[in-house]
């Protein structure tokens, strides 16, 4: 029997229609929202064929709780199985480029995996990939601040980080590590083959284990008075320097 959960928050619920429609069993919304943006929701559903569902606000509630901002959406949905499910499904896979892992060791936040899944997916990294016992795992708050983002990005949760990480470099991949006083920066260090850039939680940073494990490390050059950034905002900026260098490589000016 085919597993069902929860989304909720306009984003996500928009974003599993436009990519997977047919997976979304119903949609309940508040009978009280009559704005635009509810209109725009309606129509894509009724395009879709879509069952929707008009409840009161309290019902909605009683789903993720009277402090979770559902934004008046919610929707059942089929669990869409991900076409990997560990590591050597990807790099057994007949990729268009050399393998793109973001490793986060100790995100606990769901707000910030969320906002890592997007920019995951917005720089076309193949896989996140996060140990288990340090993770938060894909509840439904991460599936609304990622946008859909979930829905496209391999999560893969391991047991062993350490060991996870020396079975990529014994594949060929490159592992870089993300530390506040490692001896190289991102902007002088050659990211352009296969690579899984290891970034840990803000404040705490990766695990010493997980530190020696890598490859090389590496740091975010800073300018202004900050001392650390959110583990997004470093992902973002990690990522987008290696897409950059991939693309430079591919196209060169």
């Known amino acids: ?55 009161e606000r309290h019902r909605l509630d009683g789903f993720i709780g009277a402090n979770g901002r559902h934004q008046g959406v919610i929707a059942r949905v089929v669990e869409t199985p991900m076409p990997y499910k560990d590591i050597h499904d990807i790099l057994e896979s007949d990729l268009d480029e050399p393998p793109f892992f973001l490793v986060l060791d100790g995100v606990q936040d769901p707000h910030n995996l969320g906002a890592c ?20 795992g894909l509840n439904g708050t991460v599936r609304k601040v990622a946008s859909g983002a979930a829905e496209t990005v391999p999560f893969i949760a391991v047991t062993n980080l350490a060991r996870t990480l020396r079975e990529l470099k014994e594949a060929g991949v490159y592992v870089v590590g993300t530390t506040m006083d490692a001896p190289s920066n991102l902007h002088n260090t050659k990211l352009e083959g296969p690579i899984a850039i290891v970034m840990g939680a803000e404040g705490d940073g990766i695990r010493r284990l997980t530190e020696e494990t890598c490859d090389a490390l590496i740091t975010i050059p800073m300018f202004g008075s900050v001392q650390s950034l959110n583990v997004s905002v470093a992902s973002g900026m990690a990522l987008y320097e290696i897409r950059r260098q991939r693309t430079l490589a591919v196209n060169p000016q």
């Open 1 to 55: 029997m085919a597993e069902t959960r929860i989304l909720f928050g306009f984003h996500a619920v928009l974003s599993r229609m436009r990519q997977h429609g047919t997976s979304i069993q119903e949609i309940l919304i508040d009978q009280d929202r009559v704005d635009a943006r509810m209109r725009d929701l309606l129509e894509m559903a009724k395009a879709q064929n879509v069952r929707v569902i008009q409840v």
């Open 117 to 136: 899944l997007r920019v995951a997916d917005a720089m076309g990294v193949h896989a996140i990939i996060a140990p288990k016992d340090r993770s938060v």
